[in-house]
C-alpha cells in the first residue's frame, strides 16, 4: 500500500490541533487508509494565539507508518513545512476601513513625493518649456498640452506595469505586487526552516 503525501510550504490553520490533512494532500489507492491519514493527528500547540511551527515531513511519516507499519509513504512536497496559528479576531469595520485608509494615504503621499522628486531632478519642467518653445515659437504661461500628456501617460503606464486598477486586472497574469510577496514568503520561510533546524527547534521523529 502506497500513500502519497504532499504538504504545503507554509499553511494557516485556527485549531491547535492539527491534523494531516489540515498541512498535506493525502492520495492512497484504499480510501480508507485515505480517510484515516488525514484524520491522523500530527501536532497540537501547547498555547492558544498566534504561534507558528517548523515541522518536519517525517513527522507526518512517522504519524502514517503509527497508522500502517507496512505502509509506503512518498514525499511529493517539502521536506519541512511551517505552521502558523492564528487566533480568530472579530475586526471591527471601522479599525479595517481605517487601516485602508492609512495604507491608501501612505501609498499616495510616498509616490507622490518620489515622483516630484524624480521630476524635479531630471528638470521636467525645463525641458517641457523648452520643447514648447521651439515648436510653438513662443514660451509657454503656465502648465502646456506637454504637461497634461505626461500626466495621463504616467497614470496609463503605472496602470499598465502594475496590471492593476482597483479591482480590476488588465490580464490574469500575476502583478508585481503579487510577484514580490510571493518571493518575499519563499525567502521568510526559507529562513526560519534554515534557523529552525540549526537552533534544534523543528518538530520531528520522537527520538
Known sequence: MTVYIKAE???????PDVKIKDVASIYCTDKDM????????????????NEREIVSILKAVEVIKEIDKTAEVVNMGPEDFIIYLKE????KKWAHYLKIAGVCLVAFFGASFSIMSYNTDVG?????????????????KGPTILHLAYTAGLAIG????FNHAGKIK??????PFEVQMRLYERDVNDTLMIDAGRKKEEQDVSS
Open 9 to 15: 510550504d507554509s499553511v494557516c490553520i485556527h485549531n
Open 34 to 49: 485515505e480517510q484515516k491519514v488525514k484524520e491522523a493527528k500530527l501536532f497540537h500547540f501547547q498555547r492558544r494565539g
Open 88 to 91: 480568530v479576531t472579530q475586526e
Open 124 to 140: 521636467i519642467d525645463d525641458l517641457f518649456a523648452t520643447v514648447y518653445q521651439l515648436v510653438m515659437g513662443t514660451p509657454p
Open 158 to 161: 503605472i496602470i499598465v506595469f
Open 170 to 175: 488588465l490580464t490574469d497574469d500575476p502583478t
